[in-house]
C-alpha cells in the first residue's frame, strides 16, 4: 500500500499501448507503423565523409542559386565505393532532389561553369578531424553561377 | 441542449501541423521522383501513378480536406481513418522511391503516422461517448510516444552500449554535416557553431550523454504527473540535436509538449464533460 501512495498511478491504457508498440516494434523492425528507431545507433566508427561541390574549381559552400545542371544524373549519383557505412544519406538525398529540381531544362542553354560533385574522407582520433582524401569524385557536369 | 461550436486544442493544432509537415516534407522530397524499388503495398499494384503532380494534386485536395475536418472535428473517425491510410501510402511512396527498405521513411513521417494511426485505433475501437474515445486516445498516444522514445534508447544500447557516448564519433558526424555544401538551416552562425562542437568531443559526450538519459527514460511519458516534465527534457534534447547536429525534423519538439500539456479534446466543448474513469488521470484541457 506504500508503494501505491509512493508512486503516482499508472492508466492501464497508456501502459498497454506502449507495451503494444514496444513488443511490435521490437519484432516486427522496419515494418511501418511500427520500426525500431535504429537512427544514429552505430556508433564507435573513426572514419567519415562529407559532400564536396565544386564550381569552376571553386569549392561552394552552398547549392543555392546554381541552375541549370546538365550531365549529372540524380537517379544515379551515390557515394564512391570506399565511403565508411556511417555516412549520412540525406545530404546525398537533398543534392539529388536539388539537382532534379535544378536540372536544365530542354531548349535552354548549356551553363558555363564546370560542375564537379565528390566525397571528402576523414578519419577522427585524439588529436581531432583529418581529412585522409580531400577530393574522390562522384559526378560531373555543367551549371549556371548565380 | 445548446451546442457551442468546439474550439481547437492546442495538441489538436500541432497535430493538424504534423500533418501538413508531413504532407510538404512529402512532397518536396518526393513528387516527381519514380519508384525505385517496390515496398509493401507498392509491391501488389503500380503506385507510380501517386507520384505524378496531377493526381497528388487530387490526392493533396482531399488529405488537407480531411485536415480541416480533423480541426473542425467533422466525423472524426472517418477522417482519422483517412488520414493515417494518406499517410501510410506516403511511407510505402517513400521507401519505395528511396529504395532503403530496412529503414523508416522519415521521423516527421512516423511519428504523425504512428500517432494519428493510434488516435484513430481508439476512436474506431472505443466504446461510449466520444469524450471516453478521445481519452483513451490521448493515453494511447502518450503510451506510444514513451515506447518510441525506449526504442531510440534501446536500439543505442544494444548496437553501441556505452561506445555511444563516444564525443569523438558524435563530433565528427557534426563535421561531416557542417562542412557539406548542403546542411539544414544554411545559417553562417549555426556552421561556425557546428565546427567549433566538432572541436570539442567532450562537450559532444555530455551532449550524447543527456540524449540517452532522456531516451532510455522514456516510460516516463506513460505516466500523467510526470509527461510535463519530460515533454519540456525531449525538447530540450531536439533543440540541442537542431542547434549542434543540424537535425530538425518538424513534429518532433511540438507533438510531445502538446501531448504532455494539451490534448486532442476540444479547449471548449459543452457537448459533453470529461468521464469519471479512475483510469481518467490526464491533464487539463488548455
Redesign the interface.
Given at each position: 500500500m506504500r508503494l501505491r501512495h509512493r508512486f503516482?498511478?499508472?492508466?492501464?491504457?497508456?501502459?498497454?499501448?506502449?507495451?503494444?508498440?514496444?513488443v511490435g516494434?521490437?519484432l516486427l523492425g522496419?515494418a511501418?507503423?511500427f520500426?525500431?528507431?535504429?537512427?544514429?545507433?552505430?556508433?564507435?566508427?573513426?572514419d567519415?565523409?562529407?559532400?564536396?561541390?565544386r564550381l569552376d574549381g571553386v569549392?561552394?559552400?552552398?547549392?543555392?542559386g546554381i541552375v541549370d545542371i546538365d550531365g549529372v544524373d540524380p537517379?544515379t549519383l551515390r557515394y564512391p565505393q570506399g565511403t565508411p557505412a556511417g555516412?549520412?544519406?540525406y545530404?546525398?538525398?537533398?543534392?539529388r532532389?536539388?539537382i532534379?529540381?535544378h536540372g536544365r531544362r530542354p531548349g535552354t542553354a548549356t551553363g558555363e561553369a564546370q560542375l564537379e560533385i565528390g566525397a571528402?574522407f576523414?578519419r577522427?582520433?585524439?588529436s581531432?578531424?583529418r581529412v585522409t582524401q580531400a577530393f574522390v569524385p562522384i559526378a560531373a557536369g555543367t551549371a549556371r553561377r548565380p | 441542449m445548446k451546442v457551442t461550436p468546439a474550439r481547437p486544442s492546442v495538441a489538436r493544432w500541432v497535430m493538424a501541423y504534423g500533418l501538413t509537415a508531413t504532407w510538404v516534407l512529402f512532397t518536396?522530397?518526393t513528387i516527381?521522383?519514380?519508384i525505385r524499388t517496390p515496398w509493401?503495398i507498392a509491391r501488389l499494384f503500380d503506385l507510380s501513378f501517386l507520384l505524378t503532380p496531377g493526381v497528388w494534386a487530387v490526392f493533396s485536395a482531399i488529405y488537407f480536406l480531411c485536415v480541416f475536418a480533423f480541426m473542425r472535428r467533422i466525423r472524426e473517425a472517418l477522417v482519422g481513418v483517412l488520414l493515417s491510410v494518406s499517410i501510410?501510402l506516403m511511407?510505402?511512396l517513400r521507401?519505395s522511391e528511396?529504395a532503403?527498405?530496412?529503414?523508416?521513411?522519415s521521423?516527421t513521417t512516423?511519428l504523425v503516422?504512428?500517432l494519428i494511426?493510434?488516435w484513430t485505433l481508439a476512436l474506431v475501437a472505443t466504446p461510449g461517448s466520444m469524450a471516453r474515445k478521445e481519452q483513451?486516445g490521448h493515453?494511447?498516444?502518450?503510451?506510444?510516444f514513451?515506447?518510441?522514445m525506449?526504442?531510440?534508447a534501446?536500439?543505442?544500447w544494444?548496437?553501441?552500449g556505452l561506445?555511444?557516448l563516444?564525443g569523438?564519433?558524435h563530433?565528427?558526424?557534426i563535421?561531416?554535416?557542417a562542412?557539406?555544401?548542403?546542411?539544414v538551416f544554411?545559417i553562417p552562425m549555426l556552421?561556425a557553431f557546428r565546427m567549433w562542437l566538432?572541436?570539442h568531443p567532450t562537450i559532444c559526450s555530455f551532449g550524447a550523454g543527456y540524449t540517452l538519459l532522456v531516451e532510455s527514460l522514456g516510460?516516463l511519458f506513460?505516466?500523467?504527473?510526470?509527461r510535463k516534465a519530460y515533454a519540456i527534457a525531449v525538447a530540450g534534447m531536439l533543440i540541442g540535436l537542431g542547434v549542434g547536429l543540424g537535425f530538425a525534423e518538424p513534429g518532433w519538439i511540438e507533438l510531445p509538449l502538446a501531448l504532455g500539456f494539451s490534448q486532442l479534446a476540444s479547449a471548449k466543448d459543452t457537448t459533453h464533460r470529461a468521464p469519471t474513469d479512475p483510469?481518467?488521470?490526464?491533464p487539463s484541457v488548455r
Open positions: 503516482p498511478p499508472i492508466p492501464k491504457l497508456a501502459l498497454g499501448a506502449f507495451v503494444l508498440y514496444l516494434s521490437a522496419e511501418y507503423p520500426s525500431r528507431y535504429s537512427m544514429y545507433a552505430q556508433h564507435g566508427y573513426q567519415g565523409a562529407h559532400l564536396v561541390i569549392e561552394l559552400q552552398t547549392m543555392r537517379e555516412v549520412a544519406g545530404p546525398l538525398d537533398h543534392l532532389h536539388y532534379a529540381q571528402r576523414l577522427v582520433g585524439p581531432g578531424i | 518536396t522530397g516527381g521522383g519514380t509493401g501510410a511511407a510505402t521507401i528511396t532503403r527498405l530496412d529503414t523508416m521513411p521521423l512516423m503516422g504512428v494511426t493510434t483513451v493515453e494511447m498516444m502518450c503510451g506510444v514513451g515506447a518510441i525506449c526504442l531510440t534501446w536500439s543505442k544494444s548496437t553501441s561506445q555511444w563516444d569523438n564519433t563530433a565528427l558526424w563535421y561531416e554535416r562542412a557539406g555544401p548542403v546542411v544554411e556552421r566538432s572541436d516510460f506513460v505516466v500523467p504527473r510526470w483510469d481518467h488521470t490526464a
